[in-house]
């Protein structure tokens, strides 16, 4: 038989849990909307296709653009499970934030290979996540109030991520931005943060038009 504290325990966690899902859920329905809507405005794609990532989770997005030198725009979105109460908890330390991922194709191959990658973002090491790292030169940098690796074939390649990421205003969003000849592509990973997420897009269009 259950007491009336347990019951009335159950009760709360229940009303809890309902509550917080409803209001989760519209939090991160208001996040995926204005990214979206941020992300064509930006990019303004000739074609574009969404796939759910989930329920309220996320979607992923690829873009047409075949302008500028970039052929493609890959864009995926992965929220905190705002709505679910029992595992946010879990989330905020595996997941610890809202992510974006940005994938530019390009036209033509970039000359050089580099990366900027904040220390502590891959849990194994950079030198698991860059092939060929031990052939590359690597250096520790300050952007803002992070550090980060700085990894690179060319320096001129490395210093044209180091001027795209100190000319954002809040570059400590980013965790990795990586130019990769082998596959034609600008790579960026970093904080989803809507106040700032319009000159991200924006400055990481113009840099895979620079080194396109």
Same mark, same amino acid.
């Not at 997005?61 to 029992?86: C, F, I």
């Given at each position: ?10 009760? =709360? $966690?229940?009303?809890?849990?309902? &509550?917080?899902?409803? +209001?989760?859920? @519209?939090?991160? %329905?208001?996040?995926?909307? !204005? ?49 679910? =109460? $029992?595992?946010?908890?879990?989330? &905020?330390?595996?997941? +610890?934030?809202? @992510?974006?991922? %940005?994938?530019?194709?390009? !036209? ?105």
């Amino acid at each position: 038989m259950i007491t009336s504290p347990v019951f009335f325990g159950i009760l =709360l $966690l229940a009303g809890v849990t309902i &509550i917080q899902f409803y +209001r989760g859920r @519209r939090k991160n %329905l208001e996040i995926l909307e !204005r990214s979206i809507r941020i992300l064509e405005e930006v990019i303004k794609p000739k074609s574009k296709e969404y796939t759910v990532i989930g329920i309220y989770v996320g979607y992923h997005a690829k873009y047409l653009v075949d302008r500028g030198g970039v052929r493609e725009v890959d864009a995926t979105v992965v929220l905190l499970p705002r709505q679910s =109460l $029992l595992y946010i908890p879990i989330a &905020i330390v595996t997941s +610890r934030f809202d @992510r974006l991922y %940005l994938v530019f194709q390009l !036209r033509k191959t970039p000359c050089a290979e580099a990366h900027l990658v904040r220390k502590g973002y891959y849990r194994l090491g950079v030198k698991r996540v860059v092939k060929n790292f031990e052939n590359m030169v690597c250096e520790s940098v300050e952007i803002g109030n992070a550090r980060y690796h700085l990894v690179y074939t060319s320096r001129p390649m490395a210093e044209k991520l180091l001027r795209f990421a100190n000319e954002l205003s809040r570059p400590s969003i980013l965790n990795h931005v990586a130019v990769v000849p082998k596959l034609n592509r600008l790579y960026i990973a970093a904080k989803l943060d809507l106040e700032v997420l319009h000159e991200l897009i924006a400055k990481s269009y113009a840099l895979a038009r620079e080194v396109a």
